[in-house]
């Protein structure tokens, strides 16, 4: 039970950060606060490859985003990085694959 209420927290701030898409209709500002958030949870916690699993998200899913739409299979109405996709979905992606990371370690821990 400590195992799922530990990952249930890291991703707390994902549920919060999906929230905020639409009370925050600027891209610039929603993605200054998911940097933020970002920052918090690397400054309150470091663990060992958080900057990989970071730098995957970000640079790693923008990519894969890019081709993805660019197929027309999926279209984002806000649409300030590249002209195809909101600037803040790659941060808000780097945050996940953080806390992906760490809820896989967690789970595979043994007590």
């Known amino acids: 039970m400590k195992k799922f209420l530990t990952v249930f927290l890291y991703f707390i ?4 950060m999906i929230g905020l898409i639409p009370i925050v209709p600027n891209d610039y500002i929603l993605t200054g606060i998911y940097i933020a958030f970002i920052i918090a949870l690397v400054s309150f916690k470091r663990e060992k490859n ?4 970071l730098g ?10 890019y081709f993805f739409i660019s197929t ?8 300030s990085l590249f002209g195809i996709m909101p600037l803040w979905l ?14 896989l370690r967690i789970l ?3 007590e």
């Open 13 to 16: 701030p994902i549920l919060v």
């Open 50 to 53: 958080d900057l990989l699993a």
């Open 56 to 65: 995957i998200g970000v640079f790693g899913i923008t990519i894969s985003e």
């Open 72 to 79: 027309g299979v999926e279209t984002f109405s806000r649409t």
């Open 90 to 103: 790659p941060f808000l992606w780097g945050y996940a694959f953080i806390t992906i990371k760490r809820a």
């Open 108 to 110: 595979a821990l043994t």
